[in-house]
């Protein structure tokens, strides 16, 4: 009889029982950055019988009245939806997990560059997680620690805890409001910046949160983040993770019951994946990278379509490459990705400059998917690819699977979920 997908406070709870058998994996949570990203992601799920979580971030995904996402246009509905329907289209057969990412004050760009009072922030926060909690989303990330009034600053624990907790309260009373099933949290103390995150911080943080979270009788969270050394800058790893302190987090986390969240895990190299096992972390974020994995392929069926072009064997060439440039320069996004210094830069500037123009792409390109002129020429490239036998497609797709495909070998996924029922079973 087949087994009904598990909450995800039961996966981790099953992750946690591995580590102790000796099976130990580490689950990823993806960033939904494209559709072809989120089939991707099933397609290796079912093939590898290992569950994942979409950790859509609210500049990506978020309700309509708060400006959207740039993923699609999806708001959580259709975003759910949208999964759905690729789970249905391959007859996907494994557990997958929405997620927020990041939710709460500040945490869409334009929030945060209008420097919102507290409490403008705080109702707009909450606005976006009652979407999430409608929408069904199984795991709500906590997290009041993007204070655009706190520039250069570590947001006070106390302010953290305050809070978190507020916003766990809140959540749980809107979903118990609706008799919708239990869900998950995430929390942590600071923002993800590279830096470690001590054992004493973090259990002062766990400690006195389940103290606080026991006084009003809600939850404790299903993950609480902490800081590996990891850290993505220009499309590529420029952290340096530490399998000490990442092993004294994820042991100090089981004490209480919850798992280690990592963040910022994009372009690890083969060692450092291999460490996450011996490490126990828990579960992994990755996201940017995706987005510059599908930038590069578009990139490289381009330069197919070029030699098809100058051999006579196509007409007229699609301008992708173009469109995605021009596009991913207008749209700003970039900016957050480069160096103080090169924020001003002139569009022509940015065009005579080869270096800045890869980096743009890979940091900036996937912001454009879901732009009309960039649709329409993909498929003219496309259609010019499939005359001559290649789909393009199923190469992009292909394209981003691959460093899933090394993370989920690296990180012992394969058999995951079979495992997960199997330690479930035996409890009943």
């Not at 569950?51 to 975003?79: C, H, K």
């Amino acid at each position: 009889m087949k087994m009904e997908k598990l909450a995800i406070k039961k996966v981790v709870q099953g992750l946690l029982d591995l580590q102790r058998t000796g099976e130990s994996a580490t689950i990823l949570g993806i960033g939904p950055m494209s559709k072809n990203c989120v089939q991707a992601t099933l397609e290796l799920s079912k093939e590898g019988d290992y569950p994942v979580m979409f950790i859509a971030s609210r500049n990506q995904v978020d309700a309509d009245e708060l400006g959207g996402g740039y993923v699609n246009g999806w708001n959580q509905f259709t975003f759910a939806k949208a999964v759905e329907e690729v789970a249905k289209e391959i007859d996907y057969d494994n557990w997958y997990y929405l997620c927020r990412d990041h939710g709460g004050p500040w945490q869409r760009d334009q929030e945060r560059n209008d420097h919102l009072p507290i409490e403008e922030a705080m109702k707009l926060g909450k606005q976006s997680y009652i979407a999430d909690i409608e929408a069904g989303f199984d795991l709500l990330m906590i997290d009041p620690t993007k204070d655009p009034l706190e520039v250069g600053k570590v947001i006070p624990l106390d302010t953290v805890l305050e809070r978190t907790v507020e916003l766990i309260e809140f959540c749980e009373t809107e979903r118990k409001s609706r008799n919708l099933p239990e869900i998950g949290y995430e929390v942590g103390t600071e923002e993800t910046n590279g830096g470690l995150t001590s054992t004493e911080t973090y259990e002062t943080f766990i400690n006195r949160l389940q103290a606080e979270l026991k006084n009003r009788n809600l939850p404790m969270p299903t993950f609480i983040v902490g800081q590996t050394g990891t850290l993505i800058r220009k499309g590529e790893q420029v952290g340096t993770f530490n399998f000490n302190n990442a092993y004294d987090l994820a042991q100090m986390a089981k004490k209480y019951g919850v798992g280690l969240k990592e963040h910022n895990g994009d372009y690890l190299d083969d060692v450092t994946l291999l460490e996450h096992i011996p490490s126990e972390i828990t579960a992994t974020n990755v996201a940017p990278q995706y987005g510059t994995e599908e930038t590069r392929a578009y990139l490289n069926l381009a330069a197919i379509e070029e030699k098809l072009v100058n051999n006579g064997l196509v007409r007229e060439s699609s301008k992708t490459q173009e469109v995605i440039l021009d596009h991913a320069i207008k749209s700003g996004r970039w900016k957050k990705w480069l160096s103080e210094d090169q924020k001003n830069i002139t569009e022509k500037e940015i065009l005579e400059d080869e270096s800045l123009t890869k980096e743009i792409f890979d940091t900036a390109g996937h912001y454009t998917f879901n732009d009309e002129e960039v649709k329409v020429e993909i498929e003219k490239m496309y259609k010019n690819l499939a005359e001559h036998n290649i789909d393009g497609k199923r190469y992009v797709i292909d394209h981003i699977k691959r460093p899933i495909r090394d993370y989920a070998e690296s990180y012992n996924l394969r058999g995951v979920t079979s495992r997960i029922k199997d330690l479930t079973a035996a409890k009943l």
